[in-house]
């Protein structure tokens, strides 16, 4: 088999939904003819951990770490965060969201100097060991998977150094996206210049979402749009337990993933309370179950909620656990982030949701990419965060249908299994024996 290096800063034992697209294409590319080798990190400080990962990892698969120089522990210690705290999920403030001198200086910093973000740091050791494997392992090809972005700049290195072809893997924009900092004029041409570089640059770009394609093309219009293509995210069939879906005894909505900022369940919570004044449904009959990492204010909001006893705040779970749970539910919810690049954003977990084949309510643009996914599987129903009646709408609808016993889909079952890991995989293999 040919060999094929991947340069990844979220791998086992980082959990989130970071590490399952690269950590699907590593289990399914010897299929296809391509062993990989992966350079990662050996003390990461990840959002979220998961162990149960490492059993994901085939056996064949010769995994290199080496150390990163991590800012995250100053800024908790100047920020005064406790040194757990989850930095994604706690820095990314919903608009008008008033932060204090320490936080502002610590964004100033973070922008001014992290460039093209905060784990830098890696390529003073990552550069070498990527050219010491390609030559060790006779590596035929290199493939990146951002964020974070410093990932596209050791594979651009490696790429150059040993003269062999590229694929740059993006699961999110890079600049100007609604996780990047604001930077001031000399940083952020910078980093821009960074950004174009590395299109330029990597043979192919492949990206998880059609908007992260359209977003770089808008920014450079002079790059060559053949070489950008979309594999889109999916759900690993084999990664479901075996669980058979039986109503439960209280209406139960899941969430899973997690919620900051203008991720929020704000909207939702409105329609609840609306319907609950109204008499249409009995507090008492539902639970809303949310799994995973939330912003402070996020956990405001359900604290003050009416209906605050019937909600579940679960932890994050290992990813076996979180499958679990979503295919025991009357209905998943989905809230896409409320900003200017909602329209095109996927996340990846939305496939999962229509893998399992339980009914969705989405909350997000009506005429953005999840819509068009939604409609096209036939998985469920979506409406805007300001269309309250039309949330009111999707779950009373799913509530009455759980009280009638009729709690089902109409899910397009043929369409649902293009979207399975093993087929981007593919896509992904198809791409690198062409180039070699």
């Given at each position: 088999m040919k060999k094929l290096l991947v340069v990844a800063y979220y791998?086992?034992?980082?959990g989130g939904p970071g590490v399952q697209r690269v950590l699907k294409h590593i289990k399914y590319l010897p299929e296809f003819g391509w062993q990989p080798i992966v350079l990662t990190v050996s003390n990461g400080q990840f959002p979220a951990r998961d162990e149960s990962l490492f059993a994901q990892i085939p056996e064949s698969t010769i995994v290199e770490r080496t150390k990163i120089y991590e800012p995250y522990d100053i800024y908790r210690?100047?920020?005064?965060?406790t040194k757990d705290a989850a930095i994604d999920v706690n820095t990314i403030k919903k608009d008008g969201h008033k932060v204090?001198?320490?936080?502002?200086?610590a964004e100033f910093i973070r922008a001014t100097f992290f460039i093209p973000d905060a784990r830098i740091g890696w390529l003073l050791t990552a550069k070498s060991k990527a050219l010491e494997l390609i030559k060790l392992h006779d590596i035929s090809a290199v493939?990146?998977?951002s964020p974070p972005y410093t990932c596209s700049l050791i594979a651009d290195y490696a790429s150059k150094k040993a003269s062999i072809p590229w694929i740059?893997?993006?699961r999110d924009p890079w600049t100007g996206f609604i996780s990047s900092p604001k930077r001031w004029l000399i940083p952020s041409m910078i980093d821009r210049s960074m950004e174009k570089s590395v299109f330029n640059n990597a043979n192919y770009v492949e990206c998880a979402w059609k908007g992260i394609i359209k977003d770089a093309l808008a920014k450079y219009p002079d790059l060559d749009a053949n070489k950008f293509l979309?594999?889109?995210?999916?759900?690993?069939?084999n990664d479901f337990p075996d669980v058979k879906y039986k109503a439960n005894d209280k209406f139960t909505l899941t969430y899973t993933g997690s919620m900051y900022g203008?991720?929020?369940?704000?909207?939702?919570?409105?329609a609840i309370e609306e319907l609950i004044e109204e008499g249409k449904i009995d507090k008492n009959e539902i639970v809303f179950r949310f799994v995973g990492r939330f912003g402070n204010e996020v956990n405001e909001m359900f604290e003050k909620a009416t209906f605050s006893a019937r909600i579940e705040i679960i932890g994050y779970v290992p990813h076996s656990e979180s499958i679990a749970m979503i295919m025991k539910s009357d209905a998943l919810l989905l809230v896409v982030d409320e900003s200017k690049e909602s329209k095109e954003i996927v996340p990846g977990k939305v496939y999962e949701y229509i893998g399992v084949n339980r009914p969705l309510i989405a909350i997000g643009p009506e005429d953005g990419s999840v819509a068009e996914l939604i409609r096209e599987t036939g998985a469920g129903d979506i409406a805007h965060q300001s269309n309250i009646p039309k949330i009111k709408e999707m779950f009373l609808g799913a509530f009455n249908n759980w009280k009638n016993g009729m709690n089902s889909t109409n899910s397009n079952l043929e369409l649902i299994t293009k979207y399975e890991r093993r087929n981007a995989t593919k896509q992904l293999a198809e791409l690198l024996t062409r180039l070699v």
């Open positions: 791998f086992p034992p980082s210690y100047f920020t005064g965060k204090g001198f320490k936080e502002s200086l493939y990146s998977s740059a893997g993006f979309h594999v889109p995210n999916g759900f690993d069939s203008r991720r929020n369940p704000e909207s939702l919570f409105v």
